[in-house]
């Protein structure tokens, strides 16, 4: 079974105007069960994680300043987000939602976040709309329970997983990937174990050669034992933010190289949503289902 986190918290109310799509988190859930794709079973409400856990990737005194909302005005405006309680509530379930992923995963070889995929929190950093790293979060939760020896992250939205480079730069045993817009935020960006820095405008068939000629051979050589996809649909052409020249039909092609080399190697997968910046919000969502329509037509 398709195992997916979602809470009705994911979709956090925001002040009127802001830029953040945050609409997005009820509707791909709302989508999946109108076209009968789905049912609510699918759906697992996850808690919130701990601090302990939360602990094992970033820092004691940035996490307790976000938790506690005394994280500095200017560290605060970087996130993007008035803090809250509610939304710091939302981020740690986020967060315990990839781990329960994880789990999932290793049962049914795939499972969802409907949020999450927030790359940019780093070590002891928030920014872009990120203040948990929830893959990272994840990864060091299964490294740390001796669940898991190598992991490999690919992330494919278009922002530089700049915050997953960093928390894992001195981490063999987690190997980060990252394809992204080169002139895009971040503009200092981090070390990853692989990037590939994409020029703007880029179209489907460069893109998708790309991947194809990169993911393979990563996979042979790190012989990962699980993997965290970061499935971001800000590539997209329609994106306000991306610069990226990609087709749905492409974007839709790319989750399902990913998500079928995943299967026939045997290798779990958690899928984390990350960006999408389109200004018709239907394009957001339905490039997000398609990313479930192709786990749901490989694997059940
Ligand atoms: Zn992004």
């Not at 979709?11 to 609510?40: D, N, T, V, W």
């Not at 987000?81 to 994880?102: D, H, K, S, V, Y």
Request: one cysteine or more; charged letters at 25%.
């Amino acid at each position: 079974m398709l195992k997916i986190a979602f809470d009705p918290i994911y979709a956090h109310p925001l002040p009127e105007g802001h830029r953040f799509p945050m609409l997005k988190y009820e509707l791909i859930p709302g989508q999946l069960i109108r076209e009968g794709l789905i049912s609510e079973d699918n759906l697992f409400s996850p808690t919130a994680v701990p601090d302990d856990v939360i602990l094992l990737t970033h820092d004691a005194n940035y996490w307790h300043q976000l938790r506690d909302l005394i994280l500095p005005p200017k560290e605060q405006r970087r996130i993007g987000f008035p803090l809250t309680e509610q939304l710091i509530e939302r981020e740690r379930r986020i967060a315990q939602g990839t781990i329960n992923g994880c789990y999932f995963a290793r049962q049914y070889g795939v499972a969802f976040n409907v949020a999450g995929g927030t790359h940019h929190a780093g070590t002891n950093w928030g920014e872009g709309f990120c203040m948990l790293n929830d893959q990272a979060i994840a990864a060091n939760y299964l490294l740390d329970k001796g669940l898991c020896k190598s992991i490999l992250i690919i992330d494919l939205d278009v922002h530089q997983g700049n915050g997953t480079a960093q928390i894992f730069e001195n981490e063999p045993r987690v190997f980060t990937f990252s394809m992204h817009g080169d002139k895009n935020f971040p503009f200092r960006k981090e070390r990853s174990d692989l990037d590939i820095p994409l020029e703007d405008g880029i179209k489907d068939d460069a893109y998708l050669s790309l991947l194809k000629d990169t993911l393979p051979g990563l996979i042979s050589k790190h012989n990962p034992d699980f993997i965290f996809y970061l499935s971001g649909v800000d590539v997209l052409s329609s994106d306000k933010l991306g610069k990226l020249s990609l087709s749905k039909e492409a974007c839709k092609e790319r989750d399902r190289f990913v998500l079928s080399i995943c299967k026939n190697n045997g290798i779990p997968v958690q899928v984390s949503m990350g960006g999408g910046y389109s200004p018709q919000i239907k394009d957001i969502v339905e490039a997000h289902c398609n990313t479930y329509r192709v786990a749901m037509e490989l694997y059940f």
